[in-house]
């Protein structure tokens, strides 16, 4: 069971997909980086956890047989 950070980044990581397909971890990462930029390190951490959801998330397709 997730609490809920975990589903919403989880939720934010699948609208990326989504809306930007491939490059969706670059704009987390964009979005991760203007929150350092801010000085909001809550929003960096979330941006952060979505990347290492749309990371898992790659693997995990790149691992799975085609056939």
Known sequence: MFDENERLARQEAHWLIK???AEAPLYAAMKAE???E????RRCARWKRILEILADGHAAKSASPKY
């Open 19 to 21: 809306e930007f397909g």
């Open 38 to 41: 801010q000085k909001d390190f």
């Open 34 to 36: 203007k929150a350092i």
